[in-house]
């Protein structure tokens, strides 16, 4: 950006500034941990990395301190596809088909806890 | 493994206590002005782990001591010429590849380390060396990737790098010196596979400083001192 600020006779003043914004950061990965063996990654959170290597070694000291997981994966954030919000109604809702849920249906008492 | 001598021993662990703690200052210098959010964690972390070391290292050289002198008396209650750390960890961050190569130079030094002082027969130290050694494992990996990925990065990375090199490698004979000289092959072995990968050179340079194992200091430790003990020097025994 240039600003115009009051300069003497003769002196050229023009003051480029750069701010932060306007910085190149690095990538934003998302990442997902599996807590424990034999259930599935869950989407923990994400963070930025210039690499593959590093976005691992980031998500170690981002989200995996405490011992949450077993096993990590990170994907590039670009990588990932998903539908806009206001088509949300046509890709997830029941639309009152009321046989998809499981509350649908009558259990025996004799079954018990489903 | 440690001397005999219970002053000697007192003084050999104060000296890894005080390495670890001062490089957990410095390191603690970069939090809230890392050049990323992650790098500001990862380094937070990376000390964090130093200053465990040195709570622990401290503390069982109180108890060794027997004077009655906890951690804080000893971590912040000394002189400068007490001080027994090594040169290199008291050296200034400077930019991001001149930390990562001090780190990677200690690291390189803390392997072979806590290796060795694992199997002392020394239980307490055995213990403290066992839990530092998977912490230092940690450090090398992240610091080697970043000096590789400094030095044979952009032409202003591997500049930077070169220059933490260049500067940083008159304090490196004192890592392995006197009873450390066992360590030195598996020291060369570490830092000349990275610098080897990251395509930075070592300096022809032969001049080596040393002296921080005796307390005789670079300008910088003062400083670092100063700021470190301020708030246990105005208010003495003051508790959080």
Do not use: C
């Not at chain 2, 670092?224 to 301020?230: G, K, N, P, T, V």
């Amino acid at each position: 950006m240039t600003y115009e600020v009051p300069v003497a006779p003769g002196e050229s003043a023009d003051i480029e500034e750069t701010t932060g914004s306007e910085r190149e950061g690095w990538p934003l990965w998302e990442v997902f941990v599996r807590a424990r063996r034999g259930i599935s990654h869950v989407h923990i959170g994400s963070l930025h990395a210039a690499d593959p290597e590093s976005a691992l070694q980031n998500a170690r000291d981002v989200y995996t301190r405490r011992g949450e997981g077993v096993s990590v994966w990170v994907v590039p954030s670009e990588q990932v596809y998903a539908f806009e919000p206001e088509a949300a109604a046509d890709y997830v809702e029941a639309n009152e088909k009321v046989y998809r849920l499981a509350t649908a249906y009558d259990i025996p008492d004799e079954v018990g806890q489903m | 493994m440690p001397p005999q001598d219970p002053d000697d021993r007192v003084s050999a662990l104060l000296a890894h206590a005080d390495d670890n703690l001062v490089l957990a200052q410095r390191l603690g210098e970069w939090i809230a002005s890392a050049p990323e959010l992650e790098i500001d964690i990862a380094l937070g972390n990376i000390a964090l782990d130093h200053l465990g070391v040195a709570r622990a290292l401290y503390t069982h050289a109180g108890d060794l001591q027997g004077e009655g002198r906890g951690e804080d008396d000893l971590a912040l209650g000394r002189e400068e010429r007490d001080y027994l750390n090594l040169l290199l960890v008291e050296q200034p961050n400077g930019d991001f590849a001149r930390t990562m190569v001090r780190q990677l130079f200690f690291d390189a030094y803390q392997t072979p380390l806590w290796e060795d002082l694992s199997a002392s027969d020394a239980p307490v130290l055995a213990g403290i060396a066992a839990k530092a050694a998977k912490e230092t494992a940690y450090h090398l990996q992240y610091s080697s990737s970043w000096v590789i990925r400094l030095g044979d990065g952009t032409e202003e990375s591997h500049r930077r790098a070169q220059d933490a090199v260049g500067a940083l490698w008159r304090f490196t004979s004192e890592l392995t010196e006197d009873d450390r000289a066992s360590y030195r092959d598996e020291w060369e072995r570490l830092v000349g596979a990275v610098l080897g990968e990251a395509k930075l050179e070592v300096p022809e340079d032969p001049y080596q400083r040393t002296g921080g194992r005796h307390g005789y200091h670079t300008e910088h430790l003062g400083y670092l001192l100063a700021e470190m003990q301020w708030m246990q020097r105005s208010y003495p025994e003051m508790k959080w």
